[in-house]
């Protein structure tokens, strides 16, 4: 489920390094580009229904461009570390939503309906788990501010899968300014002028407020000014700064204000979390070019480590091994590391994946389901025991055990597939096509999400509960691939 980090369009540079301290509310944008203001300073501007589907919006157009990282373990952790931030935060939506994105560079941003995204450069790039809340607290406390899109009034009267794509097209161009900027054209949002304009007073409130809420969740406050000033340092000697630093600055002045603020709380470094440093550990290992060398890596920093660190460099050195195609040395070291710890949760789904991997099916189902007894429909292990079940010609057991968890859980695209998968090889033709209507409708595929529900409504033939069902979720769609299209074809005739 996981894909090996690499991106395909991304470049790295001190410049750019620097970005995510300073925006810390966007993405940020090379050199020339700006994200436009797509959120909402009041809900007079926009209703939290309107920013929830916008949010919705943008993260289906960030899977379609291959983007977003969809892996159980990194996404659990990360949206559990950003709730226990949030409990200590006042007012913004109802819910937020935590995620990854493949890229290398360090920067973070925030979208309507409570959207927050990492990179997987930050992740690397945060010394310790407090440096990482930081980053979500300072996000969070942009959404609850209002200080997201505080020029939406501009772009009020746009369809949300406008300027869903229009957010995802300035992200792509802080990827790859050429295609970035043809997306853009294509929205037909230039136009619009939308800018981000987070002022030095939204910025030192952002400070204050992700502090308080950083320091009520447990952890070091601190660890904002210092994550600041270690990437204000990465570029003091670059030959052309971001023009974003005129207005998104990490000045002295900002860094000596947070710091005094975060003195104002009781001092005491919160130790990292196992759980952060086996996260870091992953991104590292499948991030890295040569697999090889990412052993290598891992093996010195095991030389050098103790405790929490170098339990997470043994695991990272599994993965590696793993990538290297070395199956049996990368499960000696994951039964080592899983016997010593059995309530570790990710350890027992790398072990049953390895020994699945290595012939041992049986014991890798016995692991599972003994996981599952002591944490019932936990995410990560229920959706290794399915990949074992639908490894195993169990589509039927499989399907059971997906339908049981989305019962109680918001279904997202590797759910989705999963079922679709199982339905498939259950004979369930026309649930199948259903669930990977939806999977492909969450990867922002609009086009093949009709089509599969095309082939469904084929599949119910006289049924008119099931027709219904299907024509219900079809019109909808419809419309929504009407508008896509139209959309491309005034973008083409603009360019």
């Known amino acids: 489920m996981f894909r090996t980090l690499k991106s395909r369009r991304l470049r790295a540079g001190a410049g750019v390094l ?30 939290s229904q309107r920013e929830q589907a916008i949010g919705e919006a943008l ?21 559990g570390l950003g709730q226990r931030v949030v409990a200590h935060s006042d007012g913004g ?24 995204a990492v990179h997987t450069g930050l992740i690397l ?52 300014g050429e295609a970035g900027m043809a997306a853009i054209a294509a929205t037909q949002a230039g136009a619009l002028q939308l ?15 992700g502090i308080a ?32 630093l005129s207005t998104h600055p990490v000045t002295e002045s900002r860094i000596a204000d947070s710091r005094a603020r975060a003195e104002q709380y009781p001092s005491g470094r919160q130790p990292d979390s196992l759980a952060f440093s086996m996260v870091r550990a992953k991104i590292q290992a499948l991030s890295a070019d040569n697999p090889v060398q990412a052993q290598r890596d891992f093996e010195r ?15 990272g050195h599994a993965l590696a091994l793993k990538r290297a195609g070395k199956a049996a040395a990368a499960l000696a070291e994951i039964r080592s590391l899983s016997q010593a710890d ?36 936990d995410r990560v292990l229920t959706f290794a025991y399915v990949d074992a079940l639908l490894r195993s010609g169990r589509a039927r057991e499989a399907r059971d055990a997906l339908l049981a968890y989305g019962r109680n859980r918001e279904p997202g695209p590797n759910y989705h597939r999963l079922l679709a998968r199982s339905q498939e090889l259950a004979g369930n033709l026309l649930e199948a096509h259903l669930a990977m209507a939806e999977y492909q409708y969450q990867m922002g595929q609009v086009q093949e999400a009709v089509e599969h529900l095309e082939r469904a409504r084929k599949e119910a033939g006289d049924d008119f509960y099931a027709a219904s069902r299907i024509d219900a979720r079809l019109a909808p769609l419809k419309e929504e691939l009407a508008e896509l299209k139209a959309k491309r074809r005034s973008g083409r005739s603009v360019r």
């Not at 925006?23 to 809900?43: F, N, Y």
């Not at 109802?94 to 927050?116: K, S």
């Not at 920093?301 to 695991?315: K, P």
């Not at 991997?357 to 429909?377: D, S």
């Open 18 to 47: 620097a970005g995510a301290a300073l925006t810390l509310a966007s993405a940020v944008a090379a050199d020339r580009i700006e994200l436009p203001d797509i959120g909402a300073s009041s809900r007079t501007v926009l209703s």
């Open 59 to 79: 993260m289906r157009a960030l899977r379609r461009d291959a983007v977003i990282l969809e892996d159980p373990e990194v996404e659990t952790y990360l949206q």
């Open 93 to 116: 939506p109802e819910r937020f939503t935590f995620f990854v994105v493949q890229d290398p560079r360090i920067n973070a941003f925030a979208a309507p309906g409570g959207y927050v």
């Open 125 to 176: 790039a945060t010394e310790s788990e407090s440096e990482l809340a930081a980053v979500l607290a300072h996000e969070v406390a942009h959404v609850t501010q209002g200080h997201i899109a505080r020029r939406f009034e501009a772009a009020s009267q746009m369809t949300i899968p406008t300027l869903a794509a229009l957010a995802a097209a300035v992200l792509l161009a802080s990827q790859s």
């Open 195 to 209: 800018q981000i304009d987070f002022t030095r007073a939204h910025e030192a409130e952002a400070d204050r407020v």
């Open 213 to 244: 809420a950083l320091a009520g969740a447990g952890f070091d406050p601190r660890s904002m000014p210092t994550f600041f000033e270690r990437l204000q340092k990465s570029t003091q000697y670059a030959r052309k700064p971001p023009e974003f």
């Open 301 to 315: 920093t095991l030389a050098a480590s103790q405790g929490v660190r170098a339990t997470a460099a043994r695991y």
């Open 342 to 377: 059995p309530d570790n949760v990710a350890l027992r789904a790398e072990r049953a994946q390895l020994e699945q991997a290595t012939g041992q099916t049986a014991k890798a189902l016995e692991l599972l389901r003994e996981g599952l007894a002591l944490y019932p429909q």
